[in-house]
């Protein structure tokens, strides 16, 4: 069991918006902590893909936004893309210690 | 470019020790912390703990009595052992790199390596 919660799944339709959450805690999220994204494709490395909450590295689209409110963040793709079919999994931190969340599959349909 | 790459066996025995490698090109071990992060089959991400050239670390609970990390700032590497491998330890192990201890993301990682615990 993860402390940061994930939907283990979401799906949607080319060119349609999914949404992820990330739900945590008052000694995480809550607190204040930053929570970044990473997206994680099968024999690649891990991405960087949204950091500091709302923050796109260079290079990455801008379908890609995050957000967050209060002890949980979100992660928006807005207009679904096939290479999109990934885990993503979103980190925070508490006690010094990086805390992953539990990851999502996005389908693409 | 920056570039990571994990190195180890693929296959180590019940009981026995794990020592990995993360060799760091085109960055500066000196500027950076240095992560490992491991991912079961079946389950998510799960960070086991970094450390910095000064020879600061910083483990997570779950592996503290069994871990030990290194570095060698010479060959520009950071390793990682881990003692009294069992079956759950079998996993794909990433090594990453963050510009401070806490807070900040794990902005480069390396493509992974595979260690099966198997007899």
């Known amino acids: 069991q993860s402390v940061l919660t994930q939907p283990p799944s979401v799906s949607g339709a080319p060119g349609q918006r999914v949404t992820i959450s990330c739900t945590g805690s008052r000694s995480n999220i809550g607190a204040g902590y930053d929570v970044h994204w990473y997206q994680l494709l099968p024999g690649t490395a891990p991405k960087l893909l949204i950091y500091g909450n709302t923050n796109r590295p260079s290079g990455v689209p801008d379908r890609f936004s995050g957000s967050k409110s209060g002890a949980s963040a979100f992660l928006v793709i807005t207009g679904l893309q096939a290479e999109d079919e990934a885990d993503y999994y979103c980190q925070s931190y508490a006690s010094g210690l990086r805390l992953f969340g539990g990851g999502t599959k996005v389908t693409v349909l | 470019q920056v570039q990571l790459q994990e190195a180890g066996p693929g296959l180590v025995k019940p009981s026995e020790t794990l020592s990995l490698t993360c060799s760091v090109s085109?960055?500066?071990?000196?500027?950076?912390?240095w992560s490992w992060i491991r991912r079961s089959p079946g389950k998510g991400l799960e960070w086991i703990g970094y450390?910095?050239?000064?020879?600061?670390?910083k483990y997570n609970s779950p592996f503290k009595s069994r871990v030990t990390m290194s570095i060698d700032t010479s060959s520009n590497e950071f390793s990682l052992r881990l003692s009294s491998m069992t079956a759950a330890d079998t996993a794909l192990y990433y090594c990453?790199?963050?510009?401070?201890?806490?807070?900040?993301?794990?902005?480069?990682w390396g493509q992974g390596t595979l260690v099966t615990v198997s007899s």
């Open positions: 990453a790199r963050s510009r401070y201890s806490s807070s900040s993301p794990l902005d480069n």
């Open positions: 085109d960055s500066s071990i000196t500027d950076y912390y």
């Open positions: 450390i910095h050239y000064s020879g600061s670390t």
